[in-house]
Every structure is written in structure tokens, then in C-alpha cells.
């Protein structure tokens, strides 16, 4: 009929389109409502697809939520990337802002992942291990690529040791931070970096 627009037919979503958007959906609503609280059902409901559909992709809840912790990890991992040729002391500073920002806006599925790390859960554990250990490296490269340290594990091996208990250190922290402790997001990174560098130092 003239004058009357026909609707464009909307795009089909690809598998990992679709897997991308339902990961979306989860993470927001994680980051919004402790982890019993958040349905699964929501998440194909907010998503616009039904529930069989989310079920063929994650089989139960905790395959959803192990697969938002893992994309969510990977994202802060790109976020706290280290910048070549940056001195270590801002490199810190910088990944801490990144890094409290997102447990400032994701307080809620912050606090869930770290629980089921700490329950055992294999596929959060995994997930957590592997984040562990890609800062840990990444901090031991910028202390040994930056003059005013220099150090290398192979000079002082005491140096993975401190760096390990600091991650843990500031792990603890921001979970304290994220319940409602009453400190600035300014203070806890000053904190962060303070204990990392004594911890450091020779």
C-alpha cells in the first residue's frame, strides 16, 4: 500500500552472536543481584529467546554463570593490559583504577565468582587460576623491564612470592570494598600500591 513502510526483517544472529548476547544479559544482571537471585529463565526473557534456545547453549545455571565469569575475566584482563614502555608505579596505579572500577559497577558478580572460586567450583576455579596467573606474570615483566627496579625472579625469587600474596592481598580487599567498606576508590588503590611496593622492596 502506498505510504505505508514495511518493517525491515530483523538480522538472524550468528551462534556466537547469540552466545555473545546471552553472556551480555548475564553479566548485567550478575553485577546487579547476588547470584540466587538472578533466574536463568530472565536471561532468555531480557534476550528476546526462548528458554530451550539459552538451555542448548548453557545446560544449567552454573554453566551460565562459569561462562559470564570467564568472559568477564578476559575482559578485565584486556582492560588492565600493560602499556609498553609506561614505568611500572603507573602501570600499577592505572590497572588498580581499571581494576576498581569494575568491581565498583560489578560489585555483585565480582563477589559471587570469587565464592565459587573459593567453594571449588572447577569451572570458576579455572577460570580464576588463569587470571591469577597472567597478572602475576605480567607484574613480575614490568618490575624486571622498569630502571628504577629492574629485578628479575631469577635475581631474587622471593619476588613471585610477594606478588602472589599481594594478589591475594588485594583480592581480600576489594571483596571488603565491594560489601560496603567505607573507603574512597582512591584510598583502596593507594593501599593496592603502597603493599605492593613494601612488599617488593628488598
Do not use: N
Not at 65 to 81: C, D, G, K, N
Not at 184 to 190: F, K, T, Y
Amino acid at each position: 500500500m502506498a505510504g505505508q513502510q514495511s518493517e525491515r526483517p530483523r538480522r538472524r544472529l550468528s551462534t556466537e552472536e547469540r552466545r555473545e548476547q546471552l553472556l551480555a544479559v548475564g553479566a548485567r544482571l550478575f553485577a546487579e543481584s547476588p547470584y540466587d537471585d538472578v533466574w536463568i529463565e530472565q536471561v532468555a526473557d531480557i534476550a528476546g529467546v526462548s528458554r530451550g534456545l539459552l538451555y542448548h547453549y548453557f545446560p544449567t545455571k552454573r554453566d551460565f554463570f562459569a561462562a559470564v565469569m570467564e568472559r568477564e575475566s578476559e575482559q578485565m584482563l584486556r582492560m588492565t593490559a600493560p602499556v609498553p614502555g609506561v614505568p611500572a608505579r603507573e602501570q600499577l596505579g592505572a590497572g588498580l583504577d581499571a581494576y576498581l572500577e569494575y568491581v565498583e559497577v560489578h560489585g555483585h558478580g565480582y563477589r559471587a565468582f570469587h565464592r565459587a572460586a573459593a567453594a571449588g567450583d572447577p569451572a570458576v576455579r579455572k577460570t580464576y587460576r588463569r587470571a591469577m596467573a597472567e597478572q602475576e606474570a605480567r607484574i613480575l615483566a614490568a618490575i624486571a623491564a622498569d630502571s628504577e627496579f629492574g629485578w628479575t625472579v631469577e635475581e631474587r625469587p622471593e619476588l613471585r612470592f610477594a606478588v602472589r600474596g599481594w594478589l591475594a592481598f588485594t583480592r581480600a580487599v576489594c571483596l571488603d570494598w565491594a560489601a560496603g567498606a567505607e573507603l574512597s576508590r582512591d584510598q583502596v588503590r593507594d593501599l593496592c600500591v603502597r603493599a605492593l611496593l613494601g612488599a617488593i622492596a628488598p
